[in-house]
């Protein structure tokens, strides 16, 4: 039912007089329709075309009035002549078929050029018709098609035949996207007569069907050719629950509507006064569209905490048509001020129009006692694309095929001839010489039900399958991209490679630095478990296979041809690091929970035994025997004093995983001239590691520069002196103070979430405190100290300077992505 309301759309009769007679399609008698053709024919001087080529003929003539029929004519005898004798498994004669298919794409709207490949499809494949023939009588254009669509033999390729077929016709595809649009009409046609097939036939085309061709009608957008294959494909497969959900339908189209074509005439009436011209009509579900809904119904609970029946909104939705895109908006506006709107049901893909080209409006609106109702808004050009997709665009290698040439909207967002995802498929499946690996990755690749649109934060577009995460965003942007990948930033927030995208993300991808063929890191195992596109796959396979584990060197020195370590001055060893006022000559134990080091500010706490316990100022462990009333001892650090073995300070680099992160930093460490006394390494989470360092230091003033080394190892981006306060939780560099020169924090990021230390996490092995060493009960090693500051470039041990030794900041490189 279509009910018009406001002015008459423009193209349209204004009166009966110009509208004619309403008479059904058919309604004339074929043998008048034949006569009065040949008349019509001869009369103008054309070829007069065979009689079973004048329904194809009026369909034709409805898109392409000035078609040449003479070639469709000439076609058509050709076609006959070669299959003539050839009987299909149904016995009827062969030539029905390419008649057929040929007839379902002039419904479609389709060129001539592609009906005339239509009918000639089978002959190279079928006949003793060569395809120099073919291009020698219909030229080259013609032989390209049916080449396309032309089969492999089994006899030459075995049970890979028919992946090696799909193959060749995507790469055709590539070209010319009418090859794929006939080889759909062919499919259609045959599965409109699969049942004279075997039942293990049936089933097989069905499955081919589901998991390759219908998902190709969805991107190329032929909506009315996915609509009955996804029908008859559920009727084979699932013969009871289609025939359950058929028979919902029939019972509801053999009732009265009562619900969605009153609606319609109040909508239309709406409209009206609004003074806005539109066309409203009920669009009903078909059968695939039915089930899906249903399911959901039964699915969800109702009031009573049952699952839904079918409800009467259920069988069909509205279906607004009208001029312009403004109109689009207008309607919108109507339906949203006289009805209840559902917050989260409104979809704009007019501005935003999907991956196939497919434009309207979607909205659900509430009317009384709660019912709801689904409405779409198009325009007649969105409508034709919608319904038709690439073929309403035209032949893409005439000129003015597009819609924008023909003077509709600018609907064409990508190329016709090569969409993006197509392109895409295209370049993968160079990569994937096997059949098998080819035909797993197609279906895999066609199983998304949608694409997402994703922005990088330099204002390239990508578009990716539903699902998708960053990795495969790094691969999209390229090959050499995604294997220097480290990590990720999405909508500002640095996030692990693992994270799903969603539709409009802002994405950047950090990149290892330096020279990838002295560092070749490369992707880790478990990067496979996060990639849903094809050509990541097999870009981190191709790489693994090429470069296989190794175990990682962890160097405890500067290896051989690397720079020899800065000299650091040593200081005397044997003298006290520290002196402690009213105690001379007391022994003095520096604290390894908080592992001072000069020039921090300490305090010093007398023990069992005469001896002086020295903690960082804040350390936790300090503040609770300031708690537990233990005088404070007033510190003060020895200019030439140091422990026999040197200073020991506890170090925590934060970073996102990746190979070789381990021997990378033990190798900055050693490369400052630092010994490492322990180091564990935390199980990762979510792609980001912890690994905290016990080292050495020959002198006070190396640990800067060795804080500046990890971070400059890639991947790392946190380096600190770690202590967990009382309570847990890591103390961070206050906000506000300044960054080392080159490694300040991207404006704007923050750091990420759950970086905070696990409460009660033990320390490493070996942090204990000196046995023998009488703390007092309840003053046991914390995990860790606070970090006071960060490193600004001066001098610690000058005058006025306060001591700070955090260091914050980013060594990933950012690809402009």
Same mark, same amino acid.
């Given at each position: ?37 040949? /008349? ?113 033999? @089994? ?51 069905? @499955? ?96 009573? #905490? ?201 994405? /950047? ?163 400052? #001239? ?134 914050? #900041? ?8």
């Amino acid at each position: 039912m279509t009910i018009e309301a406001g002015p008459p759309l423009a193209g349209q009769p204004t009166s009966a007089r110009q509208a004619g007679p309403r008479r059904p399609l058919g309604g004339l008698g074929r043998a008048a329709l034949g006569r009065a053709g040949r /008349a019509a024919l001869l009369a103008t001087g054309r070829t007069p075309v065979p009689d079973a080529l004048e329904p194809l003929v009026q369909a034709h003539r409805r898109h392409h009035p000035q078609a040449d029929l003479g070639l469709l004519g000439r076609a058509y005898r050709l076609a006959e002549a070669s299959h003539r004798g050839q009987k299909r498994k149904s016995g009827e004669p062969y030539i029905t078929h390419p008649l057929a298919v040929t007839m379902i794409l002039a419904q479609l709207g389709a060129g001539t050029t592609t009906l005339v490949a239509s009918l000639l499809h089978d002959t190279v494949e079928d006949t003793e018709l060569t395809l120099a023939q073919v291009g020698e009588e219909f030229g080259p254009e013609v032989a390209y098609l049916v080449d396309g669509v032309t089969k492999l033999e @089994k006899v030459d390729f075995g049970a890979a035949a028919e992946a090696e077929t799909f193959r060749k016709m995507l790469v055709a595809t590539g070209d010319d996207v009418r090859v794929m649009v006939i080889k759909l009409a062919d499919r259609l046609h045959n599965m409109r007569t699969i049942r004279h097939m075997r039942p293990a036939s049936q089933v097989r085309i069905a @499955k081919v069907t589901r998991d390759v061709l219908i998902p190709l009608a969805e991107r190329l957008g032929i909506q009315v050719l996915k609509a009955e294959l996804e029908d008859i494909v559920f009727a084979t497969l699932h013969p009871e629950e289609y025939a359950r959900t058929r028979a919902l339908q029939a019972g509801h189209e053999a009732e009265p509507d009562a619900l969605l074509e009153p609606f319609a005439r109040t909508l239309a009436r709406q409209l009206t006064e609004a003074g806005v011209a539109a066309e409203v009509a009920v669009r009903p579900r078909h059968c695939v569209s039915l089930h899906r809904v249903l399911l959901k119904r039964a699915a969800a609970p109702g009031p009573d #905490g049952r699952p839904q029946g079918p409800q009467p909104a259920d069988f069909g939705r509205l279906l607004v048509v009208v001029e312009e895109n403004a109109d689009c908006y207008a309607v919108l506006g109507e339906l949203h001020t006289c009805w209840t709107p559902l917050p989260g049901e409104f979809k704009d893909f007019v501005a935003a129009p999907k991956f196939n080209l497919y434009q309207s409006l979607h909205t659900a609106v509430a009317l009384e006692g709660g019912v709801v109702v689904e409405v779409l808004v198009r325009t007649r050009r969105m409508h034709e694309v919608a319904e038709t997709g690439v073929v309403a665009l035209g032949d893409p290698r005439q000129p003015g095929a597009s819609g924008a040439d023909q003077g509709g909207d600018e609907l064409d967002r990508t190329d016709p001839a090569r969409p993006g995802w197509l392109s895409r498929l295209l370049e993968w499946q160079q990569e994937t010489p096997d059949p098998d690996a080819f035909w797993s990755a197609l279906t895999a690749d066609l199983a998304g039900d949608r694409e997402i649109t994703v922005v990088t934060e330099s204002g390239e577009t990508l578009q990716l399958r539903a699902g998708a995460s960053c990795v495969d965003a790094a691969y999209l942007l390229g090959e050499e991209t995604g294997h220097r990948c480290i990590g990720a930033r999405v909508n500002g927030r640095l996030t692990a490679l693992s994270t799903v995208l969603r539709d409009g993300d802002q994405v /950047a991808i950090l990149t290892e630095q330096g020279d990838p063929a002295a560092h070749p890191s490369g992707p880790a195992p478990e990067w496979l478990a996060h990639a849903r596109t094809p050509g990541a796959r097999l870009a981190i396979e191709r790489w693994l296979a090429d470069h296989p584990a190794r175990v990682p060197v962890v160097r405890t020195g500067p290896s051989a041809g690397q720079p020899a370590p800065p000299a650091h001055r040593t200081a005397e060893r044997g003298a006290a690091p520290v002196a402690v006022t009213g105690r001379p000559g007391a022994p003095v134990r520096l604290a390894r929970c908080c592992t001072p080091v000069p020039p921090d500010e300490v305090s010093g706490f007398a023990i069992r035994g005469g001896a002086v316990a020295v903690h960082r100022t804040g350390c936790p462990a300090g503040e609770r025997m300031r708690a537990d009333g233990r005088g404070v001892l007033e510190i003060r650090w020895q200019p030439d004093g140091a422990p026999p073995s040197g200073y020991r300070a506890t170090l925590r680099a934060e970073a996102l995983n990746r190979p070789r992160l381990l021997a990378d930093l033990t190798a900055a460490i050693s490369g400052e #001239g630092v010994g490492i006394v322990s180091a564990e390494v935390e199980p990762p989470q979510e792609l980001r590691v912890r690994h905290t360092y016990t080292v050495e230091l020959p002198e006070p003033g190396a640990l800067t520069a060795v804080m500046r080394a990890m971070l400059r190892v890639s991947g790392v981006y946190d380096v600190s002196r770690p202590h967990a306060p009382e309570g847990g939780g890591t103390t961070r560099t206050p906000a506000g103070e300044a960054e080392p020169e080159g490694e300040a924090e991207p404006q704007g990021e923050d750091e990420p979430e759950g970086e905070a230390e696990p409460q009660g996490e033990d320390e490493p092995e070996g942090e204990a405190e000196p046995q023998g060493e009488d703390e007092p009960a309840g003053a046991a090693e914390p995990q860790g100290g606070a970090v006071s500051g960060a490193v600004n470039g001066d001098d610690p041990s000058a005058p006025g300077v306060r001591p700070s030794w955090g260091i914050h #900041g980013r060594s990933a490189a950012f690809t402009g992505h």
